[in-house]
C-alpha cells in the first residue's frame, strides 16, 4: 500500500540552526501538508500545498517556514532558525484531491528537538 | 477562532461499546474526520462527514449534525488494540485549513 515517507524520523538541532524535513507523499497526490504535534499537545495546522504553491497557512507558519517541491517529489519543510518552542512532531500529509475529499494520510512524523 | 471540543478520557471495557463526542465552532466548515492515534504514532484516518447524518465503516461509525456543530465516533465490539486518543478534526477552508481537537484518550479494560 502506497505511503507516505518522511526524513529524518528524529533530529536534534541547536537554537538558531536551520532544518529541513523532508516528505515524499504518495505518488498520484496532488495536496500536500504540514502539520505539528507538540508533545501532549492537539495536532495544529502549518500549511497547505498545491500546485507548487501554498494554498493556505496557518499563524504559526510565519516567516522563519518555507515549503518546497523541489523536484517533483519531495516535499520540505524549512525552518530557518530554529527556536526551543519548535521542538515537535512534524507530519507531512497529502491527498489526492483537496476539496470534498476524505482521507488525509499522514506520514510517520519527524520528531525535532531543538536544544 | 476556530474551536473544537470534545472529552478528555474515556474508559469502556472489552465487547462494549462506547460514543464520543464532538462539539465544533469554527469559520466555515467543508468536512468533519475522526482520526486514531497512537502513543508516539501518526493519526490514520477513521471517517469523514460532510453531510448530516451517520457514516458506518465495520465496527465504526460516525454522525455529524451541521446545524448543532455536533458529531459522534461510535465504535462497536471494543478491543484492547481500540486503546487510543481519538482525534475530531475540522476542515474549514477550501483550501484544506483544518483545526483538530485535543483528542479524547480512549482506554479500554478487559
Known amino acids: 500500500e502506497p505511503e507516505v515517507t518522511q526524513t529524518p524520523s528524529h533530529q536534534v538541532t541547536q537554537m538558531g540552526q536551520e532544518v529541513i524535513l523532508r516528505c515524499v507523499p504518495i505518488?498520484?497526490?496532488?495536496?500536500f501538508y504540514w502539520y505539528r504535534q507538540i508533545l501532549g499537545q492537539k495536532v495544529e495546522f502549518l500549511v497547505s500545498?498545491?500546485?507548487?504553491?501554498?494554498?493556505?497557512k496557518s499563524e504559526i507558519f510565519d516567516d522563519q517556514f518555507s515549503v518546497e517541491r523541489p523536484d517533483g517529489s519531495n516535499f520540505t519543510l524549512k525552518i530557518r532558525s530554529t527556536k526551543l518552542e519548535d521542538s515537535a512532531m512534524y507530519f507531512c500529509a497529502s491527498t489526492r484531491t483537496g476539496v470534498n475529499t476524505g482521507e488525509l494520510f499522514f506520514g510517520e512524523g519527524s520528531r525535532l528537538t531543538v536544544l | 477562532g476556530q474551536n473544537i471540543d470534545q472529552p478528555t478520557e474515556m474508559t469502556a471495557t472489552e465487547g462494549a461499546i462506547v460514543q464520543i463526542n464532538c462539539t465544533y465552532q469554527t469559520s466555515g466548515f467543508n468536512g468533519l474526520f475522526w482520526y486514531q492515534q497512537h502513543a508516539g504514532e501518526a493519526p490514520t484516518f477513521l471517517s469523514y462527514?460532510?453531510?448530516?447524518g451517520l457514516e458506518e465503516k465495520g465496527r465504526f461509525s460516525s454522525f455529524l449534525s451541521r446545524s448543532k456543530g455536533y458529531s459522534y465516533l461510535l465504535l462497536k465490539e471494543l478491543q484492547m488494540k481500540d486503546s487510543a486518543s481519538y482525534l475530531c478534526a475540522v476542515r474549514y477552508t477550501n483550501a484544506g485549513k483544518s483545526t483538530f481537537g485535543d483528542g479524547t484518550t480512549l482506554t479500554v479494560k478487559p
Open positions: 462527514n460532510v453531510l448530516d
Open positions: 500545498f498545491y500546485n507548487n504553491e501554498i494554498s493556505e
Open positions: 505518488s498520484n497526490h496532488l495536496y
